[in-house]
């Protein structure tokens, strides 16, 4: 096992740039601009009552540690700067997102929506109209348990392929982090080209409603399709 820091740095460059430009594009088009005006609104008013700012803040420390561990200690370990094809790069983006989602739906209608876990993710469903800022308003236990369920999928894929090529996992972590963001946006956009992620934001925003709602996947649809659990 030797510590690859180029890749690293690729690893990490990769997931930035794709942060960066992804929001630039889509902020430059105007219903786009005008969903995060609306967002903003409803996030001032949010972070304006006390309880808002310290849980926001815990989960950003928390976030800061976890992927500042995997970014700068772990994932050098595991990444590589070996050319892959598409089709591969593709299948093991897909491959991780759709075992983790298997798992975050397991972790979510069992444990978080069972007795023990409960009051913890609670604190999240506080929110029954959420915006933005709510994807941090999260109990930091929750934060923690789904950081490494993600990390932890990674890190199995790992010792199943034995390596993994740093831009694939790159363009994974944007996929993942964006996608966690997003779902609790106020979103409006009910037309091609977004009329997929509109229609998830829509669902998880139903989960929010009260606690007795399904939906309880975050990347797909398909786990709560299949245990008759879309709401
Ligand atoms: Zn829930
Ligand atoms: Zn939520």
């Avoid at 460059?13 to 992804?22: D, K, R």
């Avoid at 978080?112 to 604190?123: N, T």
Wanted: glycine share 6%; net charge positive; proline share 5%.
């Amino acid at each position: 096992m030797n510590y690859d820091w180029q890749a690293g740095i690729a690893l990490l460059g990769t997931w930035m740039a794709l942060t960066y430009v992804g929001r630039k594009i889509a902020f430059s088009i105007p219903a786009v601009a005008r969903m995060r005006e609306w967002n903003r609104k409803e996030d001032e008013e949010r972070l304006a009552k006390a309880k808002y700012p310290p849980i926001v803040k815990q989960n950003r420390l928390i976030g800061a540690v976890a992927y500042g561990l995997f970014f700068f200690v772990v994932a050098p370990l595991f990444v590589n700067l070996q050319p892959v094809p598409l089709w591969k790069a593709a299948l093991d983006i897909a491959a991780v997102l759709m075992v983790y989602d298997f798992f975050y739906y397991l972790m979510h209608r069992f444990l978080f929506h069972g007795p023990i876990l409960l009051k913890v993710h609670a604190l999240h469903h506080q929110a029954r109209d959420p915006s933005h800022i709510d994807s941090a308003y999260v109990h930091p236990v929750e934060t923690v348990m789904g950081t490494t369920l993600f990390l932890g999928t990674v890190l199995g894929m790992v010792a199943l392929l034995g390596s993994y090529n740093a831009f694939t996992l790159g363009v994974l972590f944007w996929i993942w982090v964006e996608l966690n963001t997003v779902n609790h946006t106020k979103c409006e956009l009910p037309n091609f080209p977004f009329k997929t992620i509109n229609r998830l934001i829509h669902k998880h925003h139903v989960h929010h409603i009260n606690m007795g709602m399904g939906n309880y996947a975050t990347i797909t649809m398909l786990y709560d399709r299949m245990f008759g659990t879309l709401d």
